[in-house]
């Protein structure tokens, strides 16, 4: 089979060209990076987990009308996706402080937020992705003013729902980033989710111990960051039956 074109390599995905026209495979690495690429490192079969976890989620909000950019999954790394044209913005929905907004805004780590708040960040590493306003959003023509009422409506019941979700297995759901892109058919765009929805972009703590289940177990060496990500794999109920073994391909038999 011949190999497929490479179009991107991102910090913890890669994009090749897909079977037909208008579809993208997107591969998901081990590597891990925290702190605009500052901190790297891998995490052992985080690549597969993500795969597994970004597709269980994106089925899920599916069905309950959430258009996504996923088609299927193809291996243990990779699922089939239809390119879309990124809104070039990073939706951040914070429903506890945390991160960033705890250190900006001097709000002690795990307090409950009034009402869940959603930020703007412009995906430009080598401006480290600064958050932005709606106002400059619209303004720089990055999305315009319908595509963000979309995107926040959108964001919205993504968060209802998610919150949901992880509450009934015992995690709480206390912020997340979401890409959007435009997906065009005919003359028709509408606005749906891509990229990956994945412990690298959620913050997930126990609901009774609030141990942190996500990539700040990285971010902030805590350790067991593997099982962390396979934990809330297993709670999701979709680990693969053979566990870690089979995260790791194939092994040689002694
Ligand atoms: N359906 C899609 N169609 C086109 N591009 C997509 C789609 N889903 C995700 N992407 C883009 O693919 C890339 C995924 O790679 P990765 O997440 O590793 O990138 P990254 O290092 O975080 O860089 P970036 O700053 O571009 O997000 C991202 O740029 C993301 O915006
Ligand atoms: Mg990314």
Not at 32 to 61: D, H
Not at 127 to 133: I, Q, T
Request: glycine share 8%; charged share 30%; proline share 4%.
């Amino acid at each position: 089979m011949a190999r497929r074109r490479q179009l991107y390599e991102g910090k913890a995905k890669i994009l090749y060209e897909g079977p037909e026209p208008g579809t993208l495979v997107q591969y998901f690495k081990d590597d891990a990076t925290a702190f605009n690429a500052q901190k790297k490192g891998t995490i052992p079969g985080k690549g597969v987990l993500n795969n597994r976890i970004s597709e269980f989620l994106m089925l899920r909000l599916a069905e309950v009308g959430i258009p996504t950019h996923f088609i299927r999954r193809l291996t243990m790394r990779e699922q089939l996706i239809r390119e879309v044209e990124i809104v070039p913005i990073e939706v951040v929905v914070r429903n506890i402080a945390a991160g960033s907004m705890s250190t900006r805004l001097g709000i002690a780590e795990g307090t409950r937020l009034p009402r869940s708040i959603i930020e703007y960040y412009y995906k430009n590493d080598a401006l480290n992705d600064p958050m932005v306003a709606e106002e400059h959003i619209t303004a720089f023509g990055w999305a315009s003013p319908q595509d963000m009422d979309d995107i926040v409506h959108l964001t919205l019941r993504i968060n209802d729902f998610l919150t949901g979700l992880f509450l009934g297995v015992g995690i709480t759901l206390v912020d997340f980033k979401v890409e959007f892109g435009r997906l065009w058919e005919n003359e028709d765009m509408r606005i749906v989710l891509a990229d990956e929805i994945s412990p690298d972009n959620c913050r997930l703590w126990d609901t009774k111990t609030n141990e942190k289940m996500d990539k700040d177990r990285f971010r902030r060496d805590l350790g067991r960051v593997e099982e962390a990500y396979q934990e809330v794999a297993k709670r999701l109920g979709i680990l693969p039956e053979a566990g870690m073994r089979d995260m790791k391909g194939p092994e040689l038999m002694q």
